[in-house]
């Protein structure tokens, strides 16, 4: 692209100047200052940046001689700590840089800083007519205006191949995203599988031989997206949205009546059945072990009464808890225990807003996602009244499509807009894409998702003043072709062309 290297999302400070400097692509190479703190995480990383660098001049259709001795050579790396093995919400992602004639320096305190630094240096880089690399003269200062900032990915509706996930883990990375909320299970397939619990994905899977996600490949999405700063955060959906754990676990699920008959259906998780906590407590102790992240995600969103109010059982339960016909309080009941045995087990959770609507009582670290988007400001303003941290999703459900460019409205949204104190408003830690999976597969997520989540990245990334879509154009538009130069089949914003199309 022939205009200055933008960076998406805009960091916090920048200033650049017009003086350029020819970058010697080809060879690029990533140092260590003497005092920087080292590790293979950052080697890996460096080696992923030189391949998009060395490409990015590869690409030049014309050969040519550089006209100045070529000034930008290596990229100094200052990381001021050790490295930390995973990505968490509490990690420090900010980095300093600077690119000009006498030294071009990267300083972090922490690995995730440098990860973050690495992508924006990458896109400083850009290209002219001739196919010469440049660099402005540039200083950075940098870090996220929020800490949580997820794709939501839905595994379950349709199966995505790993290699889909990895895609989009690396876009999410040229995004600064750094969570995957892993929507691993619902009521369509199940194709976790469990060790302890095999018959789940045997049974409840698509097919148990090609649309499952063995430990190993559990593994390797979880490794994929360490090595980029990106937390997976998996979700385990109950005790609605669970129609595929019957498959494999008889008696786990509510069996529908009509009149004093069992219909055949089931319905939500039964919880009055102690065989239900048993199963939950040995399936989340497998969980604490397979995910190194501190959150699971609980789900806990559109339960169904239906099932419940029809079976006798169930009723005869709540009419010896006095609760008759009040079957918020069973289900709160359910979600009480979910939440007691995650925290004993060692989780902390995120759970969608219906928990906190449903007036569960919640440990006081809990996260609450707010996705229903029907004044979604006065429920932040509920949930963080009640002094629970809470992501914002509701505004950004990307499996609504439409024509036309969607992502200003996305990149319009403004999540601090609702009523509460200063102490309120931090309780917002971020937010979160969803792209449901009704109708998304390995086919058609990764344009559906890109650029159009990059539009929710800078706002949950930059300061809250960058907000002008005129301004915001034009730099989206070359982060698109960006992205598509380095793989990403991102789909276009509007008419027009990019200088080194698709292909
Ligand atoms: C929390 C949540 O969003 N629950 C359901 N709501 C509608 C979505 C599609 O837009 C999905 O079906 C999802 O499972």
């Given at each position: 692209?022939?205009?200055?290297?933008?960076?998406?999302?805009?960091?916090?400070?920048?200033?650049?100047?017009?003086?350029?400097?020819?970058v010697l692509a080809e060879k690029f190479a990533f140092t260590y200052t003497s005092s920087s703190f080292r590790c293979s995480l950052l080697d890996e990383a460096f080696k992923r940046y030189q391949m998009l660098i060395m490409n990015a001049a590869?690409?030049?259709?014309?050969?040519?001689?550089?006209?100045?001795?070529y000034?930008i050579t290596t990229l100094d790396i200052n990381l001021?700590?050790?490295c930390?093995?995973?990505?968490?919400?509490?990690?420090?992602?900010?980095y300093s840089l600077d690119v000009?004639?006498?030294s071009t320096q990267l300083q972090a305190?922490?690995v995730?800083g440098i990860l973050r630094g690495l992508e924006t240096f990458s896109q400083l880089l850009?290209?002219?007519?001739?196919?010469?690399i440049?660099a402005?003269?540039?200083?950075?200062?940098?870090?996220?205006?929020?800490?949580?900032?997820?794709?939501?990915?839905?595994?379950?509706?349709?199966?995505?191949?790993?290699?889909?996930?990895?895609?989009?883990?690396?876009?999410?990375a040229?995004?600064?995203?750094?969570?995957?909320?892993?929507?691993?299970?619902?009521?369509?397939?199940?194709?976790?599988?469990?060790?302890?619990?095999?018959?789940?994905?045997?049974?409840?899977?698509?097919?148990?031989?090609?649309?499952?996600?063995?430990?190993?490949?559990?593994?390797?999405?979880?490794?994929?997206?360490?090595l980029r700063g990106?937390?997976?955060?998996?979700?385990?959906?109950?005790?609605?949205?669970?129609?595929?754990?019957?498959?494999?676990?008889?008696?786990?699920?509510?069996?529908?009546?009509?009149?004093?008959?069992?219909?055949?259906?089931?319905?939500?998780?039964?919880?009055?059945?102690?065989?239900?906590?048993?199963?939950?407590?040995?399936?989340?102790?497998?969980?604490?072990?397979?995910?190194?992240?501190?959150?699971?995600?609980?789900?806990?969103?559109?339960?169904?009464?239906?099932?419940?109010?029809?079976?006798?059982?169930?009723?005869?339960?709540?009419?010896?808890?006095?609760?008759?016909?009040?079957?918020?309080?069973?289900?709160?009941?359910?979600?009480?225990?979910?939440?007691?045995?995650?925290?004993?087990?060692?989780?902390?959770?995120?759970?969608?807003?219906?928990?906190?609507?449903?007036?569960?009582?919640?440990?006081?670290?809990?996260?609450?996602?707010?996705?229903?988007?029907?004044?979604?400001?006065?429920?932040?303003?509920?949930?963080?009244?009640?002094?629970?941290?809470?992501?914002?999703?509701?505004?950004?459900?990307?499996?609504?499509?439409?024509?036309?460019?969607?992502?200003?409205?996305?990149?319009?949204?403004?999540?601090?807009?609702?009523?509460?104190?200063?102490?309120?408003?931090?309780?917002?830690?971020?937010?979160?894409?969803?792209?449901?999976?009704?109708?998304?597969?390995?086919?058609?997520?990764?344009?559906?998702?890109?650029?159009?989540?990059?539009?929710?990245?800078?706002?949950?990334?930059?300061?809250?003043?960058?907000?002008?879509?005129?301004?915001?154009?034009?730099?989206?538009?070359?982060?698109?072709?960006?992205?598509?130069?380095?793989?990403?089949?991102?789909?276009?914003?509007?008419?027009?062309?990019?200088?080194?199309?698709?292909?």
């Amino acid at each position: 692209d022939t205009s200055p290297g933008s960076v998406w999302p805009q960091p916090q400070s920048q200033t650049s100047t017009s003086q350029t400097y020819p970058v010697l692509a080809e060879k690029f190479a990533f140092t260590y200052t003497s005092s920087s703190f080292r590790c293979s995480l950052l080697d890996e990383a460096f080696k992923r940046y030189q391949m998009l660098i060395m490409n990015a001049a590869a690409r030049s259709k014309l050969h040519f001689r550089p006209r100045a001795p070529y000034t930008i050579t290596t990229l100094d790396i200052n990381l001021m700590a050790k490295c930390e093995d995973y990505p968490s919400l509490d990690m420090n992602e900010a980095y300093s840089l600077d690119v000009g004639e006498s030294s071009t320096q990267l300083q972090a305190e922490s690995v995730w800083g440098i990860l973050r630094g690495l992508e924006t240096f990458s896109q400083l880089l850009w290209q002219t007519e001739t196919g010469e690399i440049l660099a402005n003269k540039t200083n950075i200062i940098d870090h996220p205006r929020y800490s949580h900032r997820g794709i939501l990915l839905d595994t379950s509706r349709h199966y995505l191949p790993l290699s889909v996930i990895f895609d989009n883990l690396e876009a999410m990375a040229y995004n600064k995203i750094n969570v995957f909320h892993w929507h691993i299970v619902d009521d369509q397939s199940f194709p976790y599988v469990s060790e302890i619990y095999p018959d789940l994905s045997r049974k409840g899977a698509y097919t148990s031989l090609s649309h499952i996600y063995t430990p190993d490949d559990v593994a390797a999405v979880i490794e994929f997206a360490r090595l980029r700063g990106i937390r997976v955060v998996p979700e385990f959906d109950t005790p609605g949205h669970s129609q595929s754990w019957g498959k494999g676990q008889p008696g786990l699920l509510t069996p529908c009546y009509s009149g004093d008959k069992p219909t055949g259906s089931y319905g939500p998780i039964n919880p009055i059945v102690d065989s239900t906590y048993t199963f939950i407590q040995t399936l989340f102790t497998e969980l604490r072990n397979v995910f190194p992240d501190k959150y699971i995600h609980l789900g806990g969103d559109e339960v169904s009464f239906a099932c419940w109010q029809s079976n006798p059982d169930i009723n005869n339960y709540m009419k010896n808890l006095n609760i008759t016909g009040k079957y918020n309080e069973l289900e709160q009941i359910y979600v009480q225990k979910v939440l007691n045995i995650s925290g004993q087990i060692g989780f902390s959770y995120i759970v969608w807003q219906e928990v906190v609507d449903n007036q569960v009582q919640l440990k006081d670290d809990t996260v609450v996602e707010v996705w229903i988007n029907n004044h979604p400001d006065e429920e932040l303003a509920k949930v963080t009244k009640l002094g629970y941290r809470a992501l914002l999703a509701a505004p950004w459900y990307l499996d609504y499509i439409s024509t036309g460019e969607d992502w200003m409205k996305y990149y319009l949204e403004e999540p601090s807009n609702f009523n509460g104190t200063d102490a309120q408003k931090k309780l917002l830690i971020g937010g979160e894409a969803c792209l449901w999976g009704e109708y998304v597969d390995g086919s058609n997520v990764t344009p559906r998702l890109w650029p159009r989540a990059s539009a929710v990245a800078e706002r949950l990334w930059s300061s809250k003043d960058v907000n002008d879509v005129t301004k915001a154009t034009p730099r989206l538009h070359q982060h698109r072709c960006r992205m598509v130069k380095r793989g990403i089949s991102a789909q276009p914003l509007h008419p027009g062309y990019c200088v080194h199309d698709w292909g």
